[in-house]
């Protein structure tokens, strides 16, 4: 039975040890919430880090037994494991890299080796327990190398990935030395899923400059395997806080927090101490708020909990010290005998504590310089039963994109900071109400649950697509039933592109015109009376017409804006504007202008980029920056970018083969049709073919096409033996 492995960092449990006695505390974190409808089920597994060193094999014999109840899996580190994979590469290099703090980064090639080997060994503890059919879900940064290193022995195995803070715009992220490979690592999953566009967008953008893999709608082709990206952004179990809010824990300590603070209002702000979060300026904000509005002094008190972390780390302890000495300053300057303007806690606390402060708060400030998602602000909203209270979010934090109706901030931004938190505090309730209501339907419907129900699905829907676009290869017995079904039928329509399907690539295109073979072969497709021949391709109409006019033959022209039938005149399938030529003509000779070797061609509704004479390697770093630079003028000129063999090509969305294709299906009805080509601007024609086709691909590539050949030469072949019967 195939079963759901789920990979991270570290197991959902927290394991401690005293005077030798092991101790296993399930996590309360939103990810082990949410994914324990899928790894407690059944056979399926958690495998990740047991959180400690466990340097003694018999205890982790125990520990491992004892996990195995549980549907979890450890994978021991040792010491140095964890200082250099976990405090360092992860936590060193990708994490302020990710967050754009670059001037915290180190650039260490021990600790790149370490996180190299860590990744390994969960590899190696995945083979295992991996089995056909089975399906990887990989969490986060510390394991980015992860689904390629399994994909490289499950090579059709479901492999998703899911990144859990921000990926950093190609600027930042390229500063990394090992981008490459860490780019590969994540391209071995089949789905890869981020928190919000801006972070599929950054991600797409360095696989395309990085890795040279264009996409088009998030869909990328990887080693002829159909990689899909989108941004799912993660929820919270909003029943579990919205229920933990009304317990009579909470409401108990609810109570007693007020009677010690007092009936002034309450500013709540949560976070675990690193310098992404941006505690020291949300403090400065709330002095400068208490400067500029001294009618508030006495009347509003921040709390402020800060949860320790790596305080032990240089920069840590630093950010550590500075925010005891704001908060030291602020109290100092205002406090009176009977009020407090800052409560500042250094520690964690149980959820039930949690939600008291998530209902005693007016306002929580979230206001993060960079954050991935942060589920503080979702579950402050889930607490607010009475549906009171303002949310002051930070643009920088994913969730910002889901939450419009909070109080939206700069951060860095100290002016508008201090007035957002002056219109949160004098906010009429029923806007309050308006505000509060509109966030907890969105939350409550994105919960933690759906996330996970639709990252599964999104999963197992690549996992179908990749099996539609499996080409078998076109072997003996296959050729034989075609040639047979050739051979029988009464009427037949062949759909044939030109270069790099009936004609191999040349430096010069002019070169590409037919030779003796070709010439031989479409006279005997083109005289016999049950055929109906068409070549459909890339080339401009003038070309196609001075090559193929000895032939009886139909032609369609630049991917379909041009159709001549037998015996006919070009007309265009559809009416087109070529008033964007003179625009993106200027920039494509800018680009030959810097690329020796390269030039452009124009036809009458598209204009070409060719480099197949340019050196090796500046044609694909050129060919990046040029893609990059059409698509972003494209964008509102439904104008589309396509990607050929040595060739890029901008020409009208409205307008593609499968329309030209589809005209002449519909003119001329067949009892056998055959579609060959070689690119993905032949997708469109192979689904354009009715199911009962068949479909050629040239070449190993993944497509809609039922199947492949290896080279030209296979196609040629093909016809040979089609025109002998």
Sequence with gaps: MPKTIIVSNRLPIKISEEAGVLSYNPSEGGLATGLGSIYKEGDN???????????????????????????????????????????????????????????????????????????????????????????????????????????????????????????????SFRQIPWRRELLNGMLGADFLGFHTYDDMRHFLSSVNRLAGLSNANGKITVDSRLVMVDALPMGIDYEKYEQSAAS??????????????????????????????????????????????PDFRGKVSLIMIVVPSRDTVPKYKQLKEEIDLLVGRINGHFSRLNWTPVHYFYRSFPLSALSAFYRMAHVAMVTPLRDGMNLVCKEYIASRLDKKGVLILSEMAGASKELSDAILINPNNMEHF??????????????????????????????????????????????????????????????????????????????????????????????????????????????????????????????????????????????????????????????????????????????????????????????????????????EVRTRELTSHLKYLAANKNLQVLEGDMVVEIKSSDIHKGKGAASLLEAFPADFIMACGDDWTDEDTFMAMPPESYTIKVGSTASAAKYSVTTVEDIRLLLQKLIEN
């Design 45 to 171: 597994i958690w495998l990740g880090w047991p959180g400690m060193a466990v340097p003694d094999e018999a205890k982790q014999d125990e520990i491992a037994a004892h996990l195995a109840g549980q549907n979890m899996r450890p994978v021991f580190l040792s010491e140095k494991e964890i200082e250099d994979f976990y405090e360092g590469f992860s936590n060193e290099t990708l994490w302020p890299n990710f967050h754009y703090f670059s001037q915290y980064t180190v650039y260490d090639e021990a600790l790149w080796l370490a996180y190299r080997q860590v990744n390994r060994k969960f590899a190696r503890e995945l083979e295992y327990i991996i089995e056909e059919g089975d399906t990887v879900w990989v969490h986060d940064y510390q394991l980015l190398l992860l689904p390629e290193m399994v994909r490289e022995e499950n090579r059709h195995i479901a492999i998703g990935f899911f990144l859990h803070i921000p990926f950093p715009s190609y600027e």
């Design 248 to 293: 009579p824990d909470t409401l108990e300590r609810e109570v007693r927090y007020r009677t010690f603070l007092g009936s002034g209002k309450l500013i709540l702000s949560i976070d675990r101490l690193d310098y992404s979060k941006g505690i020291p300026q949300r403090l400065r904000a709330f002095e400068r708020f208490l400067y500029t509005y």
């Design 418 to 619: 201090v007035e957002a938190l002056h219109t949160a505090l004098v906010m009429p309730e029923e806007q309050q109400k308006r505000h509060m209501g509109t966030m907890q339907v969105s939350l409550r419907r994105y919960n933690i649950h759906s996330w996970v129900k639709l990252f599964m699905e999104r999963l197992s829907h690549v996992k179908k697509a990749q099996e539609a676009l499996m080409t078998r290869l076109l072997d003996d017995t296959l050729t034989n039933q075609l040639v047979q079904d050739y051979a029988k039928a009464k009427r037949r329509l062949i759909f044939l592109d030109y270069d790099g399907t009936l004609t191999g690539f040349h430096p010069n295109p002019e070169d590409a015109a037919p030779d003796e073979s070709l010439i031989y072969l479409l006279e005997k497709l083109t005289t016999d009376p049950k055929n109906e021949t068409v070549i459909i391709s890339g080339r401009g109409r003038h070309t196609l017409d001075n090559w193929m006019s000895r032939f009886d033959i139909h032609l369609v022209a630049e991917h379909g804006v041009w159709l001549r039938r037998k015996g006919g005149e070009f007309t265009m399938l559809a009416r087109l504007n070529d008033g964007w030529k003179s625009e993106i003509m200027h920039v494509l000779e800018g680009y030959v202008n810097r690329t020796p070797g390269s030039f452009v061609e124009e036809k009458d509704y598209s204009l070409v980029w060719h480099y197949r004479k340019v050196e090796t390697g500046l044609g």
